[in-house]
Protein backbone atom coordinates (compact mmCIF):
# COMPACT_ATOMS: atom_id res chain seq x y z
CA UNK A 1 0.00 0.00 0.00
CA UNK A 2 1.01 3.48 -1.14
CA UNK A 3 1.84 5.72 2.06
CA UNK A 4 2.22 9.15 0.40
CA UNK A 5 0.60 10.28 -2.78
CA UNK A 6 1.57 13.38 -4.54
CA UNK A 7 -0.10 15.87 -5.97
CA UNK A 8 -0.53 17.21 -8.66
CA UNK A 9 0.07 14.09 -10.74
CA UNK A 10 2.18 16.61 -13.64
CA UNK A 11 3.39 20.15 -13.62
CA UNK A 12 3.78 22.01 -16.60
CA UNK A 13 5.99 24.88 -15.97
CA UNK A 14 8.51 27.98 -17.83
CA UNK A 15 12.19 28.05 -17.14
CA UNK A 16 12.57 30.65 -14.52
CA UNK A 17 9.06 29.71 -12.76
CA UNK A 18 8.74 27.93 -9.29
CA UNK A 19 7.29 24.27 -8.95
CA UNK A 20 5.73 23.42 -5.97
CA UNK A 21 4.61 19.34 -5.75
CA UNK A 22 2.72 18.21 -2.34
CA UNK A 23 2.94 15.14 -0.44
CA UNK A 24 0.00 13.84 1.59
CA UNK A 25 0.43 10.69 4.33
CA UNK A 26 -1.73 8.49 6.23
CA UNK A 27 0.03 7.57 9.54
CA UNK A 28 2.84 8.84 11.40
CA UNK A 29 6.32 9.35 10.40
CA UNK A 30 9.91 9.33 11.33
CA UNK A 31 11.17 10.69 8.26
CA UNK A 32 9.87 11.82 4.61
CA UNK A 33 12.32 11.84 1.64
CA UNK A 34 12.10 13.44 -1.92
CA UNK A 35 13.61 11.46 -4.45
CA UNK A 36 13.85 12.77 -8.38
CA UNK A 37 13.76 10.27 -11.15
CA UNK A 38 14.73 11.16 -14.75
CA UNK A 39 13.23 9.18 -17.47
CA UNK A 40 13.33 5.42 -16.24
CA UNK A 41 16.45 5.95 -14.30
CA UNK A 42 17.20 5.17 -10.84
CA UNK A 43 15.97 7.76 -8.22
CA UNK A 44 18.17 10.18 -6.86
CA UNK A 45 18.04 11.35 -3.17
CA UNK A 46 17.42 15.18 -3.00
CA UNK A 47 16.38 16.12 0.29
CA UNK A 48 15.34 14.54 4.70
CA UNK A 49 13.13 15.83 6.65
CA UNK A 50 13.24 14.15 10.04
CA UNK A 51 9.47 14.33 12.10
CA UNK A 52 10.49 16.71 14.61
CA UNK A 53 11.91 19.12 11.68
CA UNK A 54 9.86 21.75 9.72
CA UNK A 55 11.90 23.26 6.61
CA UNK A 56 15.17 22.12 5.41
CA UNK A 57 16.93 23.86 2.30
CA UNK A 58 19.37 22.52 -0.56
CA UNK A 59 20.22 25.02 -2.96
CA UNK A 60 17.30 25.54 -4.98
CA UNK A 61 15.30 23.01 -3.12
CA UNK A 62 12.76 24.15 -0.39
CA UNK A 63 11.02 21.37 1.63
CA UNK A 64 8.53 21.93 4.36
CA UNK A 65 6.81 19.12 6.91
CA UNK A 66 3.28 19.79 8.82
CA UNK A 67 3.12 16.31 10.68
CA UNK A 68 -0.04 17.81 12.17
CA UNK A 69 -1.56 18.10 8.44
CA UNK A 70 0.41 14.97 7.33
CA UNK A 71 2.13 16.45 4.49
CA UNK A 72 5.19 18.11 2.93
CA UNK A 73 5.67 19.96 0.00
CA UNK A 74 9.10 20.64 -2.67
CA UNK A 75 9.33 23.69 -3.72
CA UNK A 76 12.14 23.99 -7.01
CA UNK A 77 12.83 27.45 -6.81
CA UNK A 78 13.93 29.18 -10.49
CA UNK A 79 13.39 25.84 -12.07
CA UNK A 80 15.73 25.12 -15.23
CA UNK A 81 14.67 22.38 -18.16
CA UNK A 82 17.29 20.05 -16.18
CA UNK A 83 14.77 19.71 -13.38
CA UNK A 84 11.96 18.26 -15.68
CA UNK A 85 11.98 14.30 -13.47
CA UNK A 86 9.62 12.99 -11.99
CA UNK A 87 9.41 13.59 -8.17
CA UNK A 88 8.30 11.13 -5.25
CA UNK A 89 7.96 11.58 -1.56
CA UNK A 90 8.94 8.57 0.54
CA UNK A 91 8.24 7.72 4.02
CA UNK A 92 9.14 5.70 7.11
CA UNK A 93 7.09 4.98 10.39
CA UNK A 94 7.09 3.38 13.62
CA UNK A 95 4.29 1.34 12.55
CA UNK A 96 6.41 0.17 9.48
CA UNK A 97 9.60 -0.62 10.72
CA UNK A 98 12.31 -1.09 8.30
CA UNK A 99 9.74 -0.07 5.36
CA UNK A 100 10.39 2.84 2.90
CA UNK A 101 7.51 3.79 1.05
CA UNK A 102 7.07 6.17 -2.07
CA UNK A 103 4.13 7.98 -3.82
CA UNK A 104 3.05 7.76 -7.31
CA UNK A 105 5.34 11.14 -7.88
CA UNK A 106 4.57 13.90 -9.75
CA UNK A 107 5.72 14.65 -13.03
CA UNK A 108 7.45 17.97 -13.70
CA UNK A 109 8.25 19.07 -17.29
CA UNK A 110 10.35 22.38 -17.44
CA UNK A 111 10.12 24.21 -20.59
CA UNK A 112 13.07 26.65 -21.96
CA UNK B 1 32.74 4.82 -6.95
CA UNK B 2 30.01 4.46 -4.50
CA UNK B 3 27.66 2.76 -6.22
CA UNK B 4 24.25 -0.10 -6.05
CA UNK B 5 25.22 -2.51 -9.15
CA UNK B 6 22.35 -4.21 -11.03
CA UNK B 7 22.27 -6.43 -13.50
CA UNK B 8 21.04 -7.33 -16.07
CA UNK B 9 19.74 -4.21 -17.55
CA UNK B 10 17.22 -5.56 -19.90
CA UNK B 11 15.69 -8.85 -19.37
CA UNK B 12 13.26 -10.45 -22.00
CA UNK B 13 11.73 -14.04 -21.02
CA UNK B 14 9.09 -16.46 -20.98
CA UNK B 15 6.62 -17.50 -17.95
CA UNK B 16 8.01 -20.21 -16.07
CA UNK B 17 12.11 -19.89 -16.77
CA UNK B 18 13.36 -18.96 -13.41
CA UNK B 19 15.73 -15.73 -13.12
CA UNK B 20 17.81 -14.02 -10.96
CA UNK B 21 18.30 -10.23 -10.95
CA UNK B 22 21.60 -9.68 -9.27
CA UNK B 23 21.89 -6.52 -6.89
CA UNK B 24 25.67 -5.49 -5.23
CA UNK B 25 26.40 -2.63 -3.20
CA UNK B 26 30.35 -1.06 -2.51
CA UNK B 27 29.37 0.89 0.61
CA UNK B 28 29.10 -1.21 3.20
CA UNK B 29 25.34 -0.51 3.48
CA UNK B 30 23.50 -2.96 6.38
CA UNK B 31 20.24 -2.63 4.67
CA UNK B 32 19.05 -3.58 1.44
CA UNK B 33 15.62 -3.67 -0.61
CA UNK B 34 14.03 -4.37 -3.96
CA UNK B 35 11.05 -2.28 -5.90
CA UNK B 36 9.39 -2.53 -8.76
CA UNK B 37 7.83 0.84 -10.60
CA UNK B 38 4.91 0.69 -13.13
CA UNK B 39 3.52 2.87 -14.59
CA UNK B 40 0.49 4.95 -12.13
CA UNK B 41 2.11 3.33 -9.27
CA UNK B 42 4.78 4.30 -8.09
CA UNK B 43 7.34 2.17 -6.42
CA UNK B 44 6.39 -0.55 -4.04
CA UNK B 45 8.02 -2.52 -2.23
CA UNK B 46 8.96 -6.23 -2.22
CA UNK B 47 11.96 -7.26 -0.06
CA UNK B 48 14.14 -5.63 2.14
CA UNK B 49 17.16 -6.70 4.28
CA UNK B 50 18.24 -5.32 7.26
CA UNK B 51 21.28 -7.50 7.63
CA UNK B 52 23.05 -9.98 6.24
CA UNK B 53 20.65 -13.62 6.94
CA UNK B 54 17.69 -10.83 7.84
CA UNK B 55 14.85 -10.35 5.52
CA UNK B 56 11.50 -9.61 5.08
CA UNK B 57 8.32 -9.11 3.04
CA UNK B 58 7.51 -5.48 1.77
CA UNK B 59 4.16 -4.55 0.59
CA UNK B 60 4.42 -6.88 -3.35
CA UNK B 61 6.50 -10.28 -2.21
CA UNK B 62 4.51 -12.58 -3.85
CA UNK B 63 6.28 -14.44 -6.57
CA UNK B 64 9.61 -13.24 -5.41
CA UNK B 65 12.34 -14.71 -2.97
CA UNK B 66 15.17 -12.90 -2.11
CA UNK B 67 18.39 -13.75 -0.06
CA UNK B 68 20.92 -12.17 2.15
CA UNK B 69 24.06 -14.34 2.54
CA UNK B 70 26.99 -11.62 1.85
CA UNK B 71 26.40 -8.17 3.18
CA UNK B 72 26.89 -6.60 -0.18
CA UNK B 73 24.64 -8.51 -2.08
CA UNK B 74 20.89 -9.09 -2.71
CA UNK B 75 19.95 -11.14 -5.29
CA UNK B 76 16.43 -11.09 -6.48
CA UNK B 77 14.98 -14.54 -7.63
CA UNK B 78 11.57 -15.25 -9.58
CA UNK B 79 11.33 -18.99 -9.29
CA UNK B 80 8.67 -19.02 -12.09
CA UNK B 81 8.06 -15.57 -13.68
CA UNK B 82 4.68 -14.66 -15.10
CA UNK B 83 3.77 -11.94 -17.69
CA UNK B 84 2.19 -9.65 -14.62
CA UNK B 85 5.63 -9.65 -13.44
CA UNK B 86 6.55 -7.51 -16.41
CA UNK B 87 7.97 -4.35 -14.39
CA UNK B 88 10.87 -2.19 -14.02
CA UNK B 89 12.68 -3.15 -11.00
CA UNK B 90 14.96 -1.09 -8.89
CA UNK B 91 17.81 -2.10 -5.97
CA UNK B 92 18.61 0.02 -2.93
CA UNK B 93 20.66 0.78 -0.23
CA UNK B 94 21.25 2.53 2.48
CA UNK B 95 23.56 2.57 5.96
CA UNK B 96 20.93 1.57 8.37
CA UNK B 97 17.50 -0.04 8.81
CA UNK B 98 16.49 3.40 10.91
CA UNK B 99 15.87 4.54 6.92
CA UNK B 100 17.27 8.17 8.63
CA UNK B 101 19.86 8.12 5.79
CA UNK B 102 19.61 8.31 2.12
CA UNK B 103 18.47 5.72 -0.47
CA UNK B 104 21.66 4.83 -3.06
CA UNK B 105 19.54 3.47 -5.95
CA UNK B 106 20.89 1.05 -8.63
CA UNK B 107 19.94 1.80 -12.48
CA UNK B 108 17.27 -0.52 -12.44
CA UNK B 109 16.50 -4.03 -14.79
CA UNK B 110 13.42 -3.50 -17.28
CA UNK B 111 11.76 -7.17 -16.94
CA UNK B 112 9.54 -8.16 -19.79
CA UNK B 113 7.77 -12.00 -19.22
CA UNK B 114 6.04 -13.47 -22.45
Known amino acids: SQQGEEDPQALSIQEGENATMNCSYKTSINNLQWYRQNSGRGLVHLILIRSNEREKHSGRLRVTLDTSKKSSSLLITASRAADTASYFCATDGPDSWGKLQFGAGTQVVVTP | EAQVTQNPRYLITVTGKKLTVTCSQN?????MSWYRQDPGLGLRQIYYSMNVEVTDKGDVPEGYKVSRKEKRNFPLILESPSPNQTSLYFCASTLSGSLNSPLHFGNGTRLTVT
Open chain 2, 27 to 31: MNHEY
